[in-house]
């Protein structure tokens, strides 16, 4: 493959941003400098890039309201340090391998899963467009590295064999850690370019103790969409709809991914709908103005993978709206109308869904992956809007509870469907949390019924688990979390739900050391105390790192989390479950 330039480029929008908001506030409202907080919008350019020298320059600094003097013009200086700060580290980057790609087959194979996996669900880049600039030679470094990251994260079995790597998550830390080098060198120019690399790197899962996680590379690709102005998108003009198009993808995934993150980790969300006004994700802006010319490779487009974005746009904002309404810190009880009206709000959803997205509609393995993935956010948002009167039933609102059940019993059913056709290890990291969910609220019913019931609900909570596994052959999935959801149990229901047939994993170590083969979920063997009959909470057999644990003070028994009173101990602690909810 040739060596590849860093000359692939979005179009860009005419001017930067400051001007760019300036100028069409100031055609929109005379006394546009009186409505913006800024005080750039009282500098008014006509979007184009001045001329730095001779007569046109002094015209173009006329048009100015305060003429900016010659001598605070550096561009030129500054222009020449960069240049020379680039080529030093450039050849840093080429020295390290930072700039190095596999063969050209296993590229393929590696942006073959990237299309067909995780574009329809995140469709930030212009499909023709990179397939242009990947035949070409020219695909940004920094992208294509981030989108080798995602490949080797969600390829097949089969196709992961036919490369030259042994381990995936060996392959996936080479390609992450090349990628972060050319972005902590500040090597990429382009900022639609590294915003697009940065939500990529934002699916890096690492470990608690790790400061570059998901919160970390989605933070870094907000506050870049900031200062870009995609939070103010209708005050920007564009050179083509293609690029509008493309900046409003962009944004709506970021903001996708911002909702349900912030959600699963019960932290705020960095996008706050009152200060953004972009207009809701439409078809339109998702269909592909042109087919990629080597569809193998780089995919086609569906109905299904057109509407997918924009429905998953909509749940995240209900999604926002049901966090604000039922978890604030300083709300102490839900309020029963607004529950009512978040109610209706994901039936009207559902009622306009289109027929190509509803359950049992579709006929190919994308269509299934996709709209079961789209039904278990959608199930999810029940169970988040009911899980305190499932856990906590008061004033008679069991029936209401119930309701969190019925939506965690779809789910574990959709989990069954994507488990038979081999499809749930090319979920993106949101379907962790989301079958995570299932799970607790499986294992409580499980706890709270006899009979037959309980054993359909010890059936849906191994699904589940089986779900869990196999998002473990793709994403970094937590085991030290998973160790401690069993030991929130009772020693009877943990040992009726463990998977005895899976491998113990070892935690410590170099992280590129840990086999792939042996990244499942590990077989919990609580012991027993001689004296009393209850569960050891001793040392775990997954050999986490002590830091792990301090991070969030954790004692080595666990005994910050699971407590160690009889009555905890014989029962299921339901606030740990409530607890564990934020670390997967």
Not at 99 to 110: D, G, Q, R, V
């Amino acid at each position: 493959m040739p060596e590849l330039q860093p000359v692939y480029n979005l179009p860009l929008p005419q001017s930067t941003v400051c001007n760019e908001l300036a100028v069409n506030a100031t055609r929109s409202y005379p006394d546009s400098n009186m409505r913006e907080s800024s005080p750039l919008t009282a500098v008014i350019d006509d979007g184009r890039r001045s001329p730095e020298k001779g007569y046109a320059s002094d015209i173009q600094r006329t048009r100015l309201h305060y003429p900016i003097p010659e001598r605070l013009d550096g561009s030129s200086i500054r222009d020449e340090a960069l240049r020379v700060h680039k080529l030093k580290m450039e050849a840093q980057l080429h020295a390290d391998g930072a700039f190095s790609f596999p063969p050209k087959e296993t590229c393929e194979l590696l942006l073959e899963a990237y299309f067909t996996w995780f574009h329809p669900c995140f469709p930030i880049l212009n499909r023709a467009a990179v397939h242009q600039a990947y035949v070409q030679g020219a695909l940004s470094p920094l992208l294509l590295q981030a989108m080798l990251f995602i490949g080797v994260s969600l390829c097949t079995d089969a196709a992961f064999a036919r490369t030259e790597y042994e381990m995936r998550y060996r392959a996936k830390f080479l390609f992450y850690s090349r990628a972060r080098a050319i972005y902590d060198a500040d090597w990429e120019t382009n900022k639609i370019l590294k915003l697009q690399s940065l939500f990529l790197l934002s699916f890096w899962r690492g470990g608690p103790s790790e400061e570059r996680d998901t919160r970390f590379w989605l933070g870094a690709a907000i506050s870049l969409a900031h200062k870009k102005g995609m939070h103010m998108m209708s005050k920007l003009s564009f050179q083509s709809a293609q690029e509008e198009k493309t900046w409003r993808r962009i944004w709506w995934a970021l903001y996708i991914r911002d909702q349900q993150s912030a959600a699963a980790l019960g932290l705020p969300p960095r996008i706050r709908d009152e200060d953004c006004d972009v207009a809701m994700l439409t078809p339109g802006d998702v269909q592909d103005d042109e087919a990629a010319g080597d569809e193998r490779v780089f995919g086609s487009q569906s109905t299904v993978h057109i509407h997918y974005p924009v429905e998953m746009a909509k749940l995240a904002r209900i999604l926002r709206a049901i966090v604000y309404a039922q978890y604030l810190p300083m709300q102490s009880n839900a309020d029963a109308s607004s529950r009512a009206t978040l109610h209706q709000q994901l039936e009207e959803w559902e009622s306009n869904l289109p027929n190509e997205l509803r359950l049992g509609n579709n006929s190919t393995p994308s269509a299934t992956f996709l709209v079961g993935l789209l039904h278990m956010t959608y199930n999810n948002l029940y169970i988040l809007l009911y899980r305190s009167l499932f856990l906590h039933p008061w004033d008679g609102k069991i029936d209401e509870g119930h309701i969190a059940l019925e939506a965690a019993t779809k789910s574990t059913r959709i989990i069954d469907d994507l488990l038979s056709q081999n499809l749930v290890q090319h979920g993106p990291t949101h379907l962790i949390t989301h079958a995570f969910s299932t799970l607790c609220i499986q294992t409580i019913h499980c706890r709270r019924t006899t009979g037959t019931t309980r054993k359909l609900a010890e059936h849906r909570a191994r699904l589940c688990l089986l779900g869990l596994q196999e998002l473990q052959k793709s994403w970094d999935l937590e085991n030290w979390v998973l160790d401690l959801f069993f030991r929130c149990l009772d020693d009877s229901t943990a040992r009726t739900l463990r998977l005895t047939d899976a491998p113990v994993v070892q935690m410590q170590g170099d992280p590129g050391e840990r086999s792939h083969a042996t990244e499942h979920i590990p077989e919990v063997d609580i012991p027993k105390t001689p004296a009393t009959g209850r569960d050891a909470l001793g040392p775990t057999e997954i050999t986490a790192a002590n830091e792990w644990y301090s991070l969030f003070n954790f004692t080595d028994d666990y005994t910050d989390v699971v407590g160690t009173s009889p009555s905890q101990a014989d029962s299921l602690n339901l606030q740990n479950l409530e607890f564990l909810y934020r670390f997967l």
